[in-house]
């Protein structure tokens, strides 16, 4: 295979790449939204009743869930941003190199566009996940506090 063959189907694929990358990336800021409604959830009522009536094994488990789901969404959203960046930029500089300006503008604003989606996805699973450590870390002091005051 020359390399002009396997250029071209590098760019096909990639091009492809790009309704996905923009499906999973408005897929993952509903899941933002969502993570962080059972966040509030979480530290107004479910930590406080789990305080009072859980174990320790059970907080532990559900706090290392729900940690790792946040986690997931501060590290994969922007990684699916910088993805939709780079797709269009491709397509819209060779578009800029034929006089295309139009094509340039909205490949630079779809650009623009999935680098703030995956930042903000970015930004709210990293600062869900560091709550959520330090109230699910507070919860289980105050269980072995618990534990220890009844034996």
Known sequence: MSIDILSQITHLFVAWLLA????????AVALAIWEAGI???ERWW?????QRVGSAEAVAALGRRRIERA??????????GLMGTLIP???????LGR??????????TVAFDTTVMGLLIGIVGFILARLRRRWYDQALDILEMNDRAVT
């Not at 996905?20 to 897929?27: G, T």
């Not at 006089?99 to 630079?108: N, T």
């Open 20 to 27: 996905p990358v923009l499906l999973l990336l408005i897929a």
């Open 39 to 41: 966040g509030l959830g």
């Open 46 to 50: 479910t930590l406080p009743r789990l």
């Open 71 to 80: 986690d997931l969404l501060a590290r994969v959203g922007p990684m699916l």
């Open 89 to 95: 930029l491709g397509p819209g500089l060779a578009a």
């Open 99 to 108: 006089g295309e300006l139009e094509v340039l503008a909205e490949a630079v």
